[in-house]
């Protein structure tokens, strides 16, 4: 017999499981299935981002700037460290850790909330005038009758032809976060925000690291300025990035990989590395939905087709996150999963796509939200641009961080502020300040109105809001 919900979501990543959280706040009796295992063979959700995107990175991206500034910025405060090492096993059980707390910490708002969580992977089976009928195959098969089913089955690494995952020495980003021991040499191919964020990693841990991009300019969606500023404080600390490099060949052998490109200028080039990290994108995650089998709809590139809120071809089957058209973030696929329940619960969901932040977890960090300046050029949108160093922020030159700037671009006119661009130490949270600003409409001349603590890098936001306006409040 099968167990009746309103509503059934696949797949328990940021997208699925706030919205089943959501869904169920909402007096939704609804169901959950998961089909991630942990180490144990046991339940692990939270999906990519919990365990092998967006947690597990920033746990080793902390542990491994702890090391670079042990090593090169504690002298400057006047601390002293003898004989520095890396307890590679200890940061991955570290991580490790952190993921498990967040794995547990998913399975109780399940349970606070009255969703049911289901082991195993779920596929559609049929639908019929009462809904649609969905398996779960796990350790306890199951039949699931769904009113409404939302898919949030997310996305995985895409794997360049000719070089297929191993995990040992070609890897993805599940084993780019769980490489036993530093390499001494470490190929990269993909200069994108997991490209960047791993490479860091291992860089700042000892590794010498080279960044292969086929793409002719660095950071392409990233504001120019920004973007510049990233590529000099990167090549500075030792990231080696080739632009414009197209691979033609990675061979696997006994001691590492070789990857032969083209470079820029036409030459024929080898690169030998221990290992090699491909980071070229992830693709919509389907496989064994069995969508064939409702008549669920896929785009051309394989996403689930939804339209603007989320609906898909199929009455009452939604679908939510990286399986779906924007960009693949986790509060994005949060923001929708959110968004989705409250229509079912007849509320009026809401996702702005105008004001969702990006963030790439480098040191210094790079965050932006709204339009770059190259975007505003194309558009002939006529604006002002007003931008800050950290050099002159008190607060960034006492942590000793002063790379980077905050940049605000504004509506000539209106004065309504377009996008704000950062890169430099903590730009992750300052970035929020923009988002609730560009949310309320606000002006630059609102932001500099504003008052802000002192000292704090907050302060160059200010200032830069000023700058819109040519004005300074800082010499
Ligand atoms: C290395 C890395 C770092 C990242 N860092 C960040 C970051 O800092 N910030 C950020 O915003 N984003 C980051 N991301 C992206 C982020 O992880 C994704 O955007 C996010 O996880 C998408 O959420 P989702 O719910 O759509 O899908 P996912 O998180 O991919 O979850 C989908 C879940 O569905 C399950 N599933 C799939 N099919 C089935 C099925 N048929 N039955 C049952 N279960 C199924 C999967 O096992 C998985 O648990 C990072 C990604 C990577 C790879």
């Given at each position: 017999?099968?167990?009746?919900?309103?509503?059934?979501?696949?797949?328990?990543?940021?997208?699925?499981?706030?919205?089943?959280?959501?869904?169920?706040?909402?007096?939704?009796?609804?169901?959950?299935?998961?089909?991630?295992?942990?180490?144990?063979?046991?339940?692990?959700?939270?999906?990519?981002?919990?365990?092998?995107?967006?947690?597990?990175?920033?746990?080793?991206?902390?542990?491994?700037?702890?090391?670079?500034?042990?090593?090169?910025?504690?002298?400057?405060?006047?601390?002293?460290?003898?004989?520095?090492?890396?307890?590679?096993?200890?940061?991955?059980?570290?991580?490790?850790?952190?993921?498990?707390?967040?794995?547990?910490?998913?399975?109780?708002?399940?349970?606070?909330?009255?969703?049911?969580?289901?082991?195993?992977?779920?596929?559609?089976?049929?639908?019929?005038?009462?809904?649609?009928l969905?398996?779960?195959?796990?350790?306890?098969?199951?039949?699931?009758?769904?009113?409404?089913?939302?898919?949030?089955?997310?996305?995985?690494?895409?794997?360049l032809?000719?070089?297929?995952?191993?995990?040992?020495?070609?890897?993805?980003?599940?084993?780019?976060?769980?490489?036993?021991?530093?390499?001494?040499?470490?190929?990269?191919?993909?200069?994108?925000?997991?490209?960047?964020?791993?490479?860091?990693?291992?860089?700042?841990?000892?590794?010498?690291?080279?960044?292969?991009?086929?793409?002719?300019?660095?950071?392409?969606?990233?504001?120019?300025?920004?973007?510049?500023?990233?590529?000099?404080?990167?090549?500075?600390?030792g990231?080696?990035?080739?632009?414009?490099?197209?691979?033609?060949?990675?061979?696997?052998?006994?001691?590492?990989?070789?990857?032969?490109?083209?470079?820029?200028?036409?030459?024929?080039?080898?690169?030998?590395?221990?290992?090699?990290?491909?980071?070229?994108?992830?693709?919509?995650?389907?496989?064994?939905?069995?969508?064939?089998?409702?008549?669920?709809?896929l785009?051309?590139?394989?996403?689930?087709a939804?339209?603007?809120?989320?609906?898909?071809?199929?009455?009452?089957?939604?679908?939510?996150?990286?399986?779906?058209?924007?960009?693949?973030?986790?509060?994005?696929?949060?923001?929708?999963g959110?968004?989705?329940?409250?229509?079912?619960?007849?509320?009026?969901?809401?996702?702005?796509?105008?004001?969702?932040?990006?963030?790439?977890?480098?040191?210094?960090?790079?965050?932006?939200?709204?339009?770059?300046?190259q975007?505003?050029?194309?558009?002939?949108?006529?604006?002002?641009?007003?931008?800050?160093?950290?050099?002159?922020?008190?607060?960034?030159?006492?942590?000793?961080?002063?790379?980077?700037?905050?940049k605000?671009?504004?509506?000539?006119?209106?004065?309504?502020?377009?996008?704000?661009?950062?890169?430099?130490?903590?730009?992750?949270?300052?970035?929020a300040?923009?988002?609730m600003?560009?949310?309320?409409?606000?002006?630059?001349e609102?932001?500099?109105?504003?008052?802000?603590?002192?000292?704090?890098?907050?302060?160059?936001?200010?200032?830069?809001?000023?700058?819109?306006?040519?004005?300074?409040?800082?010499?």
């Open positions: 017999m099968s167990k009746t919900f309103d509503v059934v979501v696949i797949g328990a990543g940021p997208g699925g499981y706030i919205a089943a959280i959501r869904a169920a706040q909402l007096g939704l009796n609804t169901a959950c299935i998961d089909e991630w295992k942990s180490a144990s063979g046991g339940p692990a959700p939270g999906g990519t981002c919990t365990n092998v995107g967006c947690i597990p990175s920033k746990a080793l991206l902390q542990s491994s700037e702890h090391f670079e500034h042990a090593g090169h910025a504690f002298a400057d405060h006047g601390i002293g460290l003898k004989d520095l090492s890396i307890d590679v096993p200890k940061m991955l059980a570290r991580k490790d850790h952190v993921v498990k707390q967040n794995n547990d910490g998913i399975l109780y708002l399940f349970k606070k909330n009255k969703v049911s969580f289901f082991h195993g992977r779920g596929s559609f089976v049929a639908a019929d005038e009462e809904g649609y969905v398996d779960v195959a796990g350790d306890k098969p199951e039949q699931l009758r769904a009113r409404q089913v939302i898919v949030a089955t997310g996305s995985s690494a895409r794997a032809p000719g070089a297929e995952f191993d995990e040992d020495r070609i890897l993805s980003n599940d084993g780019a976060l769980r490489i036993g021991g530093v390499p001494k040499t470490l190929g990269v191919i993909g200069s994108g925000v997991i490209g960047l964020e791993m490479g860091s990693v291992w860089r700042r841990l000892g590794a010498q690291v080279t960044v292969l991009e086929a793409l002719p300019t660095f950071l392409s969606a990233v504001d120019k300025h920004i973007a510049k500023e990233a590529q000099k404080v990167f090549a500075k600390q990231l080696q990035i080739h632009l414009g490099a197209k691979i033609n060949q990675v061979k696997v052998g006994k001691k590492g990989v070789a990857v032969h490109y083209t470079d820029a200028a036409g030459a024929e080039c080898k690169l030998d590395v221990e290992r090699l990290i491909v980071s070229i994108g992830r693709v919509p995650h389907t496989e064994g939905l069995n969508a064939e089998a409702v008549g669920l709809k785009d051309e590139r394989g996403f689930v939804v339209d603007d809120e989320c609906r898909s071809n199929l009455p009452n089957v939604w679908a939510v996150g990286d399986v779906v058209r924007g960009p693949m973030l986790a509060h994005k696929a949060e923001e929708e959110v968004a989705v329940a409250e229509r079912i619960a007849g509320q009026h969901g809401h996702v702005n796509f105008n004001t969702i932040p990006w963030v790439i977890y480098t040191s210094p960090e790079i965050a932006w939200v709204g339009a770059t300046e975007q505003l050029e194309a558009e002939g949108r006529a604006y002002r641009a007003g931008s800050f160093p950290f050099m002159a922020n008190g607060r960034a030159r006492a942590l000793g961080d002063t790379t980077g700037m905050v605000m671009l504004a509506d000539a006119k209106t004065d309504e502020v377009l996008g704000v661009h950062i890169i430099g130490p903590m730009a992750s949270e300052l970035i300040e923009a988002v600003a560009m949310e309320f409409k606000a002006s630059a609102d932001i500099a109105r504003i008052c802000h603590a002192h000292p704090s890098l907050s302060e160059a936001t200010k200032e830069a809001a000023l700058a819109v306006d040519k004005r300074t409040l800082n010499f």
